[in-house]
């Protein structure tokens, strides 16, 4: 009989890497083809604007600081939650313009996509969940 190690099925080790190392190829790849979204640039002199800006830079930081961390799955689920909240705070500040809204999205999307990568338990909570504690905390 074969020993479990590391990389034996038995231990789930083979499978489970491997099932790890192709999901960071697939989201390599999905991030190469991604409609790439200009985060840096001319800001024109409105509030949506530069609010955009201004999250656009802060987002992008934050992507950075999360793939130097290490997180569990709490982290991940307060990462995630904070995300949501700040989805909808966000673009109702950069107003219905395109561009700015889409940056602000894709770069919040980043970051959840960068915590899941960095998570040692990804288990991400449901949007349901995420209004419904996202609605509770706003009544109290």
């Known amino acids: 009989p074969l020993e479990a190690g590391p990389f034996s099925t038995a231990?789930?080790?083979r499978n489970s890497a491997f099932a790890l190392e192709t999901g960071n190829v697939e989201r390599t790849?999905?991030?190469i083809f991604r409609?790439?979204?200009?985060?840096?640039?001319?800001?024109?002199?409105?509030?949506?604007?530069?609010?955009?800006?201004?999250?656009?830079?802060?987002l992008k930081s934050m992507v950075e600081c999360i793939r130097l961390q290490a997180l569990?799955?709490?982290?991940?689920?307060?990462?995630?939650?904070d995300c949501h909240y700040l989805r909808a705070l966000l673009c109702?500040?950069?107003?219905?313009?395109?561009?700015?809204?889409q940056v602000v999205e894709?770069?919040?999307d980043?970051?959840?996509?960068?915590?899941?990568?960095?998570?040692?338990?990804?288990q991400l909570l449901e949007p349901l969940?995420?209004?419904?504690i996202i609605e509770c905390a706003s009544i109290s």
């Open 72 to 81: 569990g799955r709490a982290g991940l689920q307060q990462l995630q939650l």
């Open 106 to 108: 894709s770069l919040l």
């Open 129 to 132: 969940v995420l209004d419904r």
């Open 92 to 101: 109702s500040r950069t107003g219905t313009g395109a561009s700015s809204t």
């Open 29 to 31: 790849l999905a991030k």
């Open 11 to 13: 231990a789930g080790g």
């Open 35 to 58: 409609d790439k979204v200009k985060v840096f640039g001319v800001v024109t002199f409105t509030q949506p604007h530069i609010v955009a800006a201004i999250a656009g830079v802060a």
């Open 110 to 122: 980043e970051v959840v996509a960068a915590g899941v990568e960095r998570a040692a338990d990804p």
